[in-house]
């Protein structure tokens, strides 16, 4: 059975403001909406997980996803949020960013379907490149007075903010821009709504005003809360910046533990959020988790459904052979059976050493390797000393003062793990 798109957004949490008449006008036929992306690199990031999850509910839904990557406005930047200009991209990067990012978006949306509601890409440069100026502010600029632009939130902001620095007449005219792809979607395309975050909801209903003065048209807004986690703080951050879909920015393993170390309150809103369990399950899990929640079911169950939909089955059991080296009884050959890169991302937090593999052609003396070689030990007193207490390991096995450290012991092509008691981890690269 197809589900109630506005409904399932509601009890999900992903409904903020609704423009009056949508709900209905969904029930009655099958609708286009679209979805705005920002192209100004080549991933996707969690942040933009919102918006592209709405998308597939309205297709789960029997209505038809439109992804509109904003390469037109790409090349101004959008004031909505913000206190400074985007940088602005060439058209080759443009159509690179935008061919990454429909392959990340295939596994979400089904655009290769002969159903009627088969998802579809489109990029605003196509329509807008060709525009003249003098065309644009002709046809488009004259139908929205400057009174009714000033009084939209995203630019008051950016007018009184005592930190912002202005704003250019460019991005001034970033509402009309966005107005006019609403116009365009909704006469080529029959697209009647447009969602997006709640800091878009002033920018999506000059689309609406414009298709109303301009093609005597009825159009749609929809809003999602922008989401935020419950300290306050920026979702979709680390320390090392945006987690990205795309495992060559941010690793499968990083990705599984960005979700698995969030908060009991933030697991039990993303996971209705980002994943596509049912509410029966959901509920389930909540109580489960209420029950338990240093087995963290919530959290586990949200890492596991994100990392499979973003990037697969085999990355998700790569990243919990991963978590478990870091936090399980794992073995040697456990450690084997990671490559390189993963187990260098895993312990990329830890102390590392460098030794050269000539040393290791006649078998390094393992207090020389621990106290000389690298300084996991302060003296050869403490090395000797933890080892007779069975407090050192290497590649997870406990050595003696009889072990040497030889070729047999790199693992990955090229590291040796080494454990000093419990938790203190190093990594030594062979070079």
Same mark, same amino acid.
């Given at each position: 059975?197809?589900?109630?798109?506005?409904?399932?957004?509601?009890?999900?949490?992903?409904?903020?403001?609704?423009?009056?008449?949508?709900?209905?006008?969904?029930?009655?036929?099958?609708?286009?909406?679209?979805?705005?992306?920002?192209?100004?690199?080549?991933?996707?990031? *969690?942040?933009?997980?919102?918006?592209?999850?709405?998308?597939?509910?309205?297709?789960?839904?029997?209505?038809?996803?439109?992804?509109?990557?904003?390469?037109?406005?790409?090349?101004?930047?959008?004031?909505?949020?913000?206190?400074?200009?985007? $940088?602005?991209?060439? !058209?080759?990067?443009?159509?690179? @960013?935008?061919?990454?990012?429909?392959?990340?978006?295939?596994? +979400?949306?089904?655009?290769?379907?002969?159903?009627?509601?088969?998802?579809?890409?489109?990029? @605003?440069?196509?329509?807008?490149?060709?525009?003249?100026?003098?065309?644009?502010?002709?046809?488009?600029?004259?139908?929205?007075?400057?009174?009714?632009?000033?009084?939209?939130?995203?630019?008051?902001?950016?007018?009184?903010?005592?930190?912002?620095?202005?704003?250019?007449?460019?991005?001034?005219?970033?509402?009309?821009?966005?107005?006019?792809? +609403?116009?365009? =979607?909704?006469?080529?395309? @029959?697209?009647?709504?447009?969602?997006?975050?709640?800091?878009?909801?002033? $920018?999506?209903?000059?689309?609406?005003?414009?298709?109303?003065?301009?093609?005597?048209?009825?159009? +749609?807004?929809?809003?999602?809360?922008?989401?935020?986690?419950?300290?306050?703080?920026?979702?979709? #951050?680390?320390?090392?910046?945006?987690?990205?879909?795309? #495992?060559?920015?941010?690793?499968?393993?990083?990705?599984?533990?960005?979700?698995?170390?969030?908060?009991?309150?933030?697991?039990?809103?993303? &996971?209705?959020?980002?994943?596509?369990?049912?509410? $029966?399950?959901?509920?389930?899990?909540?109580?489960?988790?209420?029950?338990?929640?240093?087995?963290?079911?919530?959290?586990?169950?949200?890492? !596991?459904?994100?990392?499979?939909?973003?990037?697969? !089955?085999?990355?998700?059991? @790569?990243? =919990?052979?991963?978590?478990?080296?870091?936090?399980?009884?794992?073995?040697?050959?456990?450690?084997?059976? *990671?490559?390189?890169?993963?187990?260098?991302? &895993?312990?990329?937090?830890?102390?590392?050493?460098?030794?050269?593999?000539?040393?290791?052609?006649?078998?390094?003396?393992? %207090?020389?390797?621990?106290?000389?070689?690298?300084?996991?030990?302060?003296? $050869?007193?403490?090395?000797?000393?933890? %080892?007779?207490?069975?407090?050192?390991?290497?590649? #997870?096995?406990?050595?003696?003062?009889?072990?040497?450290?030889?070729?047999?012991?790199?693992?990955?092509?090229?590291?040796?793990?080494?454990?000093?008691?419990?938790?203190?981890? +190093?990594?030594?690269?062979?070079?």
């Amino acid at each position: 059975m197809k589900k109630n798109f506005v409904e399932e957004l509601r009890w999900r949490g992903m409904l903020h403001d609704i423009m009056p008449g949508t709900e209905e006008m969904l029930e009655k036929e099958m609708a286009s909406a679209y979805v705005g992306i920002d192209p100004t690199a080549d991933s996707l990031h *969690i942040g933009h997980l919102v918006g592209v999850m709405m998308l597939k509910h309205f297709q789960r839904a029997g209505h038809r996803p439109l992804a509109l990557i904003g390469g037109a406005t790409g090349m101004i930047g959008d004031p909505s949020g913000k206190s400074k200009e985007r $940088n602005l991209l060439t !058209e080759e990067d443009l159509r690179h @960013n935008q061919a990454s990012i429909q392959k990340q978006l295939e596994r +979400f949306l089904d655009f290769t379907s002969d159903e009627p509601n088969a998802a579809k890409l489109v990029n @605003n440069y196509d329509w807008m490149k060709n525009f003249s100026f003098l065309d644009f502010i002709r046809d488009i600029g004259k139908h929205l007075t400057v009174n009714y632009m000033m009084a939209k939130d995203s630019v008051k902001k950016r007018l009184t903010s005592e930190d912002a620095e202005g704003m250019s007449f460019t991005e001034f005219t970033y509402q009309l821009v966005q107005g006019y792809d +609403f116009l365009h =979607l909704y006469r080529e395309m @029959n697209c009647k709504l447009q969602m997006g975050g709640s800091d878009q909801w002033g $920018n999506i209903t000059t689309g609406t005003e414009l298709i109303r003065r301009k093609a005597q048209g009825t159009a +749609f807004a929809l809003t999602c809360p922008l989401i935020t986690k419950a300290d306050g703080t920026k979702f979709g #951050k680390t320390e090392e910046g945006n987690v990205w879909l795309d #495992k060559k920015l941010t690793s499968p393993y990083k990705f599984y533990q960005f979700w698995l170390n969030t908060s009991d309150d933030d697991a039990e809103r993303y &996971i209705k959020i980002f994943t596509m369990l049912d509410e $029966n399950e959901i509920s389930s899990l909540v109580t489960a988790h209420k029950g338990a929640p240093h087995e963290r079911a919530l959290q586990k169950k949200l890492a !596991e459904e994100m990392t499979t939909m973003v990037h697969s !089955e085999e990355d998700l059991e @790569n990243a =919990l052979k991963a978590s478990e080296i870091l936090f399980g009884k794992a073995t040697e050959d456990s450690l084997r059976n *990671i490559d390189g890169e993963t187990l260098a991302d &895993i312990f990329s937090g830890v102390p590392q050493f460098e030794i050269t593999a000539a040393e290791l052609n006649d078998g390094l003396d393992i %207090i020389a390797f621990g106290a000389q070689q690298t300084q996991i030990f302060s003296s $050869n007193g403490e090395a000797r000393k933890m %080892i007779q207490a069975n407090g050192f390991s290497i590649n #997870k096995n406990k050595v003696t003062l009889e072990k040497k450290i030889t070729q047999d012991d790199v693992i990955s092509g090229q590291y040796i793990l080494a454990q000093k008691g419990k938790k203190n981890y +190093f990594l030594i690269k062979v070079i």
